[in-house]
């Protein structure tokens, strides 16, 4: 039988951001030199109906309503509020149907899962199968993948395999993260926010035209910070840890010299530096999920004097350029990401008196070191207003890095390991309106995938390790009008992930792992309609998805170690509802819905569990020999189902603006750990809410807005992960944070 088992750990360094502030500085001052000071804008009326939809799913702009896929947009006011109370990208997780996201890296390296299909593995190299486009370019690795929300303009949730016009790596699925562009209209904004736990957060934007009609710009800018709040009960330390810093920038040039032609060009940074997550010892006792009296939200016992620390720079760019001929246009979208950093943890969560049972200790450190990444695509797209269209193009990635792990206790000894992945693909897609209601397309995709693994330094020699793939992705679809309110659609897809590699092992004495590709195939079909005059919208999808190959990090166990497996194959269905309602004149109602069942098929597929007696195991151990069967077991970290709800009422003031109240709601179904299951490891029923409470006016022709906040309003206290190897470890969500929060627009 195959076999598997594992470890969690975690990884981080240190940085700074000076070059692209001086530059948004110098930009800021032209702009500001050269734009009025103020623009009359008057109150809007109240709506009519819901506004328009425009995402860019099929790589065009086209209303969500239009399109044969399930995509939907995470709400505006949701992500403005998540923001506010310094959250990152990880807190949209169960904000959209079938979107999750979760992360043992603290506020780097988040994991992303769609439709329940996802990747557990913590490590620096880690393959996933759901894609992060930020402004067109792919962020392949997880530290990329965490860079901050600021000045977004729309996030958009593609569902099931997009590989055959998105970069890489979707056989669940993309989130795609939209900056608001320059323009030659002068705006901006400022919003600052101060809540407890010291928590601040300022944001801004400035943005018009520095040659009129040729050149536009636009500077954004973000400051995050919380204190250190969590106290070091084991050293006497208060405040010794929890707290972050987080800064970055972004500059954008618009060059439009004629209308045939534009380039955009976008260069980013951040400075992060703040606390890992926070691993806390036998918060969980055997035979139960419930936190127990070892866990204090404001307390940990760590006996390691660094108390989790970690750091992360990166520095990127991108160039995306437009030519506009008769019918056609080729686009030209050029990337490039440098990411450095650490991460230390103390991964047994105590000390050797505790809380609980710590059979010994355990504290270790993963660096990045100098990740580069090289994007290049071209796409040649024909014009809409045909009956046909079309759009083709090729696709180039190339990264490379370092991953050293090393520990300040002496084991496992410092290991450097060098991964190295080229990838290339060309594709096309034909849509073709086959009557005044029906419209069909087809894409295809051809992807070459290689990852090369060397190891630098080791306690023992290791030989490279070379993988490489390469394979057809497809997908059809059909979309039907059946009136002006409502459509159907149907669509089949297949999806690729190449082949990866797994390193970490060799820190502990062990050869790496490979996983072999994985392939997915899924079948949707759903509806699209509005009605009650355009006040009302539901968006349904049902869907069904294999998974052949399917690849799994045995993370946890005895072991102490991390191993790739592939499963047979793994199942998924379910189905997903977006709604949306506007009540009478003042009352704006959200709502999202997601029911997902995965399985695994693999009846020889065996990992290792938690040790003798530290948690309950519920799978057979049919041949006695501590490995548990997880065949017919759901994926790890996938929810069987998310419900989330958002409302706004406004009361229209004597003083001509509007009192508001927002809320924002998410439930999350029973969430398996590991892909082993126990009566431990899994989380059921987890929620959490928020509220905001303000006025929104216009003053001298800029819009403004006050509002008092609470994040977490009920202090849940919910189980996010686990560490199962030496003891019942695990780490939780971040707490209430409460607050005020002033936003004016520059306009």
């Not at 598997?4 to 702009?31: D, H, I, N, W, Y």
Request: hydrophobic share 40%; aromatic share 10%; glycine share 10%.
């Amino acid at each position: 039988m195959r076999r598997a088992f594992g470890v969690e750990l975690v990884p981080q360094f240190k940085t700074r951001l000076s070059r692209l502030a001086a530059c948004s500085a110098s930009v800021l001052a032209l702009m500001a030199s050269t734009q009025p000071a103020a623009l009359a804008n008057q109150a809007e009326a109240a709506p009519e109906r819901l506004d328009m939809i425009i995402v860019t799913a099929t790589r065009r702009e086209e209303n969500v309503q239009d399109v044969a896929a399930s995509v939907t947009t995470a709400p505006k006011p949701t992500l403005d509020a998540i923001m506010e109370a310094g959250g990152d990208i990880l807190q949209l997780a169960s904000r959209a149907p079938s979107l999750y996201a979760e992360s043992s890296n603290g506020r780097v390296a988040p994991r992303f899962y769609i439709r329940g299909l996802g990747n557990t593995d913590f490590d620096l190299a880690a393959s996933q199968p759901v894609s992060i486009l930020m402004d067109g370019v792919v962020q392949e690795n997880v530290i990329l993948k965490s860079f901050p929300l600021f000045d977004i303009a729309q996030v958009e949730v593609a569902r099931g395999p997009q590989g055959t016009l998105f970069g890489r790596n979707t056989t669940a699925g993309l989130v795609r993260f939209d900056s608001v562009r320059p323009s030659q209209e002068f705006d901006g904004y400022v919003s600052v926010s101060a809540g407890s736990l010291g928590t601040t957060n300022a944001e801004g934007a400035i943005g018009g035209a520095l040659i009129e009609d040729v050149l536009s710009a636009r500077v954004s800018v973000l400051r995050q910070h919380r204190d250190d709040w969590i106290d070091n009960g084991f050293s006497g330390v208060r405040d010794a840890l929890g707290g972050f810093d987080e800064q970055a920038a972004r500059v954008q040039l618009l060059y439009t010299p004629t209308d045939r032609f534009d380039a955009l060009l976008n260069v980013h940074a951040r400075d992060y530096e703040g606390t890992s997550a926070v691993f806390r010892a036998n918060i969980l006792t055997t035979g139960s999920n419930d936190l127990n009296e070892n866990f204090d939200r404001d307390t940990v016992f760590f006996d390691s004097p660094a108390n989790n620390p970690q750091a992360y720079e990166g520095l990127g760019a991108s160039l995306t350029m437009n030519g506009y001929f008769d019918g056609l246009t080729l686009t030209s979208i050029t990337g490039y990401e440098y990411a450095d950093g650490f991460s230390l943890g103390d991964i047994d969560g105590g000390n050797l008196s505790g809380p609980g049972v710590i059979p010994f200790p355990s504290e270790t450190q993963d660096a990045l070191d100098d990740l580069k990444q090289i994007t290049q695509e071209f796409r040649l797209a024909s014009d809409t207003d045909s009956a046909t269209s079309w759009q083709v193009g090729a696709y180039y990635f190339d990264s490379e890095f370092e991953v050293t792990t090393s520990s300040p206790i002496g084991f496992p000894p410092t290991t450097t390991v060098r991964h190295e992945n080229q990838l290339w693909a060309v594709f096309g897609q034909l849509s073709h309106q086959l009557t005044d209601d029906l419209r069909l397309s087809a894409g295809l995709r051809y992807t070459s995938d290689e990852k090369d693994l060397s190891v630098p330094l080791a306690a023992f020699p290791v030989d490279p390790v070379s993988v490489s793939d390469e394979e057809v992705s497809w997908d059809l679809s059909a979309f039907y009008d059946l009136n002006d309110d409502f459509a159907f659609f149907g669509r089949v897809a297949r999806g690729f992930r190449g082949p990866t590699i797994q390193a970490r092992d060799v820190a502990f004495f062990s050869p790496p792992s490979t996983a072999q590709s994985e392939t997915s195939t899924s079948y949707e079909a759903g509806f699209k309609s509005e009605f009650s005059d355009g006040r009302a919208r539901v968006n349904a999808t049902a869907f069904y998805y294999e998974v052949s190959d399917l690849q799994l990090s045995a993370v946890g166990g005895v072991g102490n170690l991390v191993q790739l497996v592939n499963a047979d194959q793994g199942v998924g269905y379910g189905f997903e509802v977006d709604s949306e309602f506007l009540v009478g004149e003042n009352l704006l109602l959200t709502a999202g819905f997601s029911w997902n069942e995965t399985e695994l098929q693999d009846s020889d597929l065996e990992v290792g569990p938690c040790g003798s007696g530290q948690c309950t195991p519920t799978d057979p151990d049919a041949d006695g020999d501590g490995f548990v069967e997880v065949d017919g077991n759901p994926f790890p970290q996938a929810p069987d189902y998310i419900l989330s709800l958002t409302a706004r009422y406004d009361i229209p003031s004597q003083w001509g603006g509007d009192w508001f109240v927002y809320t924002d709601w998410f439930w999350q179904g029973r969430t398996n750990l590991f892909i082993y299951e126990s009566e431990e490891f899994y989380s059921d029923g987890n929620f959490e809410g928020g509220l905001r409470l303000g006025y929104a006016g216009n003053a001298n022709g800029r819009d403004w807005e006050a509002a008092l906040f609470v994040r977490n309003i009920t202090d849940e206290e919910n189980l996010s992960g686990g560490i199962d190897f030496n003891n019942n470890t695990g780490f939780v969500n971040e707490p209430r944070i409460w607050g005020v929060s002033l936003r004016t627009s520059l306009n």
